[in-house]
């Protein structure tokens, strides 16, 4: 999985510098990189207090939640990174997330729900895994596709503007391979971010399992999270449902719910059932 999101990541980063140099040459390149860097710069280093803040997520102590905490802390020291702080989400529908720009850095988010819907094997499953995410340091990587994307469309859009006001002077560019470019480019630059998400989520399994030892643990959690993903919705930013372990249903109706950034969650047991058999 490492080396498909390699291949992903370099496909996407191709795929900037040809439409980069066809729609906007060089300065129109540099501008469209500047712009994204810097808008996912302040992504990756407050992407946790914004994630944290919309869905009003509340640290717990170990006093508070002393079992949460045990087993976070026991799977963080098996995983051999810092132990992140801890949060609970005050929402029915069962899920988590991890977030935060290094493992130093880091937070792991249960809702409500999850706390009730899952036994105490299956939740230590979920966290081996959220746990993963931050091991593998899949924000960093995330940030990175996500630059590369809103690259693309920031050219695109650039170019779109600069030929509806007569700008460019490039008349070597067909109307419809233009009309193409700006059509597709976002479009494909969107398919491969989801893509790595959906790596990353393949590797956040296999890498967890490894961390619990106890991959059928993770299955079991996975049914029953899909099993109420689809009947309790959540309130929240379609945007950020590449974060949560299963894709969750967002009460707001939004073009996001449409597009896939998990793997399907039959393939994810398929692969984690067959993981128990090589973990001893």
């Not at 795929?15 to 810097?38: C, K, N, Q, T």
């Not at 799977?75 to 051999?80: E, K, P, V, Y």
């Not at 979920?126 to 340091?137: D, G, T």
């Not at 106890?214 to 945007?239: F, I, N, Q, T, W």
């Amino acid at each position: 999985m490492k080396f498909r999101t390699l291949i992903l990541l370099t496909v996407l980063t191709v795929l900037f510098l040809w439409i980069g140099e066809a729609l906007g040459g060089r300065s129109g390149l540099v501008i469209a990189i500047i712009f994204a860097g810097a808008f996912n710069f302040f992504s990756y280093w407050f992407s946790d207090r914004i994630v944290l803040s919309i869905y009003r997520a509340k640290e717990v102590s170990p006093e508070e939640a002393p079992e949460l905490h045990q087993i976070v802390e026991e799977l963080a020291a098996s995983a051999g990174i810092p132990k992140p702080r801890i949060y609970i989400v005050p929402q029915q529908a069962p899920n988590a997330f991890a977030t935060g720009r290094s493992p130093s850095h880091a937070a792991v988010a249960v809702t409500r729900g999850i706390l009730q819907a899952l036994d105490i094997r299956e939740l230590r499953g979920v966290l081996s895994h959220e746990l993963s995410h931050i091991k593998n340091r899949d924000t960093l990587i995330q940030v990175i596709a996500a630059t590369l994307a809103a690259a693309i469309t920031f050219l695109a859009r650039m170019a779109y503007f600069a030929s509806l006001f007569g700008f460019g002077g490039d008349d070597d560019h067909n109307p419809l391979e233009l009309l193409l470019l700006l059509i597709l480019a976002p479009i494909a630059a969107i398919i491969i971010q989801l893509a790595i998400s959906r790596s990353r989520e393949y590797l956040a399994d296999e890498t967890g399992a490894k961390i619990s030892r106890d991959p059928l643990a993770l299955a079991s959690a996975l049914e029953k999270l899909e099993y109420y993903s689809r009947r309790v919705p959540m309130a929240g930013e379609p945007a950020t449902a590449h974060l949560f372990i299963v894709a969750p249903k967002f009460r707001t109706s939004s073009l996001m719910n449409l597009f896939s950034t998990h793997p399907p969650t039959e393939k994810r047991i398929e692969r984690l059932k067959k993981l128990a058999g090589e973990i001893i």
